[in-house]
């Protein structure tokens, strides 16, 4: 017998992915650090929706009292929720080295695209995507 609570987390989910959700492709990807390509076995999915957080990379770091200049750091991890029903509808599991496109249109053309790090079941009902 299903939870009461399990139609106030669909209804909660469908809420935060109207306002803050936006689309991405997923490309699975094979290989290893010297070959790869899109993996036959897990094919690509379009129109998927999910809540997305880049972080940007702050100015180079700068070194006192010399005139060298450090490189660019990023402070905060860019990372991707997927609501858990979304998530098994893919058919698949996402692995590291995947390739998340963020579709929406205010991302402009080409796409941008990130790599899957790891992916974590979450404790709200979605899957936590960490992207490199």
Do not use: C
Request: avoid cysteine.
């Amino acid at each position: 017998m299903p939870s009461p609570f399990d139609a106030i987390d669909v209804a909660t989910q469908a809420t935060i992915d109207g306002i803050f959700g936006e689309g991405i492709r997923i490309r699975p990807q094979v290989g290893d650090d010297y070959s790869g390509g899109n993996d036959p076995d897990r094919p690509v999915r379009e129109g998927v929706r999910a809540t997305v957080a880049i972080s940007h990379m702050a100015p180079p770091t700068d070194y006192s009292g010399s005139l060298r200049n450090g490189a660019a750091l990023v402070t905060f991890a860019s990372e991707i929720w997927i609501d858990a029903t979304a998530y098994a509808a893919l058919g698949f599991e996402l692995k590291r080295g995947d390739w998340i496109e963020l579709t929406d249109p205010k991302r402009g053309s080409p796409p941008p695209r990130h790599i899957v790090a790891s992916v974590h079941p979450g404790d709200n009902g979605d899957v936590q995507v960490l992207l490199g």
